[in-house]
């Protein structure tokens, strides 16, 4: 939502309304109801169970707005889901850490890494945005060790310094790190489509690499936004 608002809004967009629901809702139609008519998009920060039940009850109540998604809405928990959901996510455009179709060596060697592990009705199709994130730390985690020998004396202080100063070839791109310890690391923009065999993946728009915590803006201007919040970024040009 942060990044989104950010600019969007600095290209001259404008946000008519924003409605925050607890974890867990089931019953969106209130939710619903609320939305204008007159949007051009709505942008949908729900993932795994709450994303579905939105989708499907936006989509059983006659919703025409074009959709945008974080990137927890366009994981295969979600893509997977049965339902009207999957009708409604057809032509999502999302940014995310990952896409399915990214055609990328190390990228479909983790597919398939994945999709070897377990039958096919034990899993999601190719990997989810949690499974593609720990790997992708666990990696950093032994590569700093085997640079410093499993060395954790003085309070795990080798470690620390191995971590902040490496960089690794993650599965969605290398990661490093910056002086805040935020990730500096590959975004995609995706559009939802359907794969030919009944199902949803995100299909890759655009590859936008080393993306920083401060989104392009020169760092004290983005801490002068200030941290998010439900009302925080306001919709303008910073």
């Keep these: 939502v942060f990044g989104l608002i950010l600019e969007y809004c600095g290209l001259g967009g404008q946000v008519t309304s924003r409605q925050w629901v607890p974890l867990g809702t089931k019953d969106f139609a209130s939710t619903i109801a609320a939305l204008p008519d007159d949007v051009d998009a709505i942008y949908l920060g729900?993932?795994?169970?709450?994303?579905?039940?939105?989708?499907?009850?936006?989509?059983?109540?006659?919703?025409?707005?074009?959709?945008?998604g974080g990137s927890i809405m366009v994981d295969q928990t979600v893509l997977s889901a049965k339902g009207d959901a999957k009708k409604a996510m057809i032509g999502t455009i999302a940014s995310s850490g990952m896409a399915d179709t990214w055609d990328d060596a190390g990228w479909k060697a983790f597919v398939k890494l994945y999709q070897d592990a377990t039958p096919a009705d034990k899993r999601l199709p190719s990997p989810g945005l949690l499974a593609t994130n720990y790997y992708g730390s666990t990696m950093a985690l032994f590569q700093a060790l085997n640079t410093i020998n499993g060395d954790l004396s003085d309070n795990q202080s080798k470690l620390k310094a191995a971590l902040a100063a490496q960089t690794i070839d993650a599965p969605n791109g290398k990661i490093s790190l910056d002086e805040d310890r935020q990730a500096i690391g590959t975004n995609f923009v995706t559009e939802v489509v359907e794969d030919g065999q009944g199902g949803l993946v995100s299909k890759v728009v655009k590859v936008i690499p080393d993306v920083h915590q401060t989104l392009g803006y020169p760092r004290d201007v983005f801490l002068k936004i200030g941290p998010p919040s439900r009302t925080n970024p306001e919709c303008k040009k910073y």
């Design 46 to 68: 729900l993932g795994g169970a709450d994303a579905v039940n939105f989708l499907n009850q936006y989509q059983q109540a006659g919703g025409k707005a074009h959709l945008m």
